[in-house]
T-cell receptor, first 118, second 113 residues
Framework: AQKVTQAQTEISVVEKEDVTLDCVYE???????LFWYKQPPSGELVFLIR??????QNEISGRYSWNFQKSTSSFNFTITASQVVDSAVYFC???????????????FGQGTRLTINP | EAQVTQNPRYLITVTGKKLTVTCSQN?????MSWYRQDPGLGLRQIYY???????DKGDVPEGYKVSRKEKRNFPLILESPSPNQTSLYFC????????????FGDGTRLSIL
C-alpha cells in the first residue's frame, strides 16, 4: 500500500534561516504523482507543486525548491530565507491511481508544522 | 473565480442529530472527494465520486454517506453523528486528468458533543 511519511512533526526556526521539510514515500506503482500542500493558520489547503514520477528534475519557485530523488523515495521541500508568512502546516501527498481510469486518491503524510519566529 | 465552496465552515452539534455538509464547485470537474483531517494522521479520504451518480468508498467511510445528483454538488451526510467524527473536513475536486492537482475547499470544522 502507498504511504507517505513526514518524520518532522514540528520545526521552529528563526526568520531568514533556510529550512528543509522531509518527505519519504512508498509505492509499488511506476506511475505516480507527488504533491506539496500548504495549510496556513486560516485552515485552507493551498497547492504548491506537483511532480510526476518520470521527472526527477529539481524545481525552484522563488524561495521554494523541491528535491525529488526516486532512488531514496524522497521529495523534500526547502524554503530559503524563511519568512514569518511561511509559518504553516505543510503536507506531502502521493497520488494513488486506481484501476478505474481517472480515479485518484491522495495519500497524505502526517504534516509538518513549521513555525518561523521573527 | 474557480473555487470549491463548503458550508457550514463551523458546526457544533450533538450526538445522533443528522447533519449535512454541502460542497459545490464551479469548475465543471468530474472528480470530487471528501477528506477528514485529524492531528497526527494527515488527511484521509472518506468518499469520492468520479461523476454524477458514481461514488465509492475511501479509506474511512464508516458513518458517512454521500450523493452526487448533480455534477457541481457533492454533499457529505452524517446520519447519526458521533463524537469520533469530530474533525476538520475538506471537499476537493479535480478535472478528468489524474495529473491535475485537487482543489480544496476551505474546510468545515465539526464538533460532535
Amino acid at each position: 500500500a502507498q504511504k507517505v511519511t513526514q518524520a518532522q512533526t514540528e520545526i521552529s526556526v528563526v526568520e531568514k534561516e533556510d529550512v528543509t521539510l522531509d518527505c519519504v514515500y512508498e509505492t509499488r506503482d511506476t506511475t505516480y504523482y507527488l504533491f506539496w500542500y500548504k495549510q496556513p493558520p486560516s485552515g485552507e489547503l493551498v497547492f504548491l507543486i506537483r511532480r510526476n514520477s518520470f521527472d526527477e528534475q529539481n524545481e525552484i519557485s522563488g524561495r521554494y525548491s523541491w528535491n525529488f530523488q526516486k532512488s531514496t523515495s524522497s521529495f523534500n521541500f526547502t524554503i530559503t530565507a524563511s519568512q514569518v508568512v511561511d509559518s504553516a502546516v505543510y503536507f506531502c501527498a502521493l497520488s494513488e491511481p486506481f484501476p478505474i481510469q481517472g480515479a485518484q486518491k491522495l495519500v497524505f503524510g502526517q504534516g509538518t508544522r513549521l513555525t518561523i519566529n521573527p | 473565480e474557480a473555487q470549491v465552496t463548503q458550508n457550514p465552515r463551523y458546526l457544533i452539534t450533538v450526538t445522533g442529530k443528522k447533519l449535512t455538509v454541502t460542497c459545490s464547485q464551479n469548475m465543471n470537474h468530474e472528480y470530487m472527494s471528501w477528506y477528514r483531517q485529524d492531528p497526527g494522521l494527515g488527511l484521509r479520504q472518506i468518499y469520492y465520486s468520479m461523476n454524477v451518480e458514481v461514488t465509492d468508498k475511501g479509506d474511512v467511510p464508516e458513518g458517512y454517506k454521500v450523493s452526487r445528483k448533480e455534477k457541481r454538488n457533492f454533499p457529505l451526510i452524517l446520519e447519526s453523528p458521533s463524537p469520533n467524527q469530530t474533525s476538520l473536513y475538506f471537499c476537493a475536486s479535480r478535472g478528468q486528468n489524474t495529473n491535475q492537482p485537487q482543489h480544496f475547499g476551505d474546510g468545515t470544522r465539526l464538533s460532535i458533543l
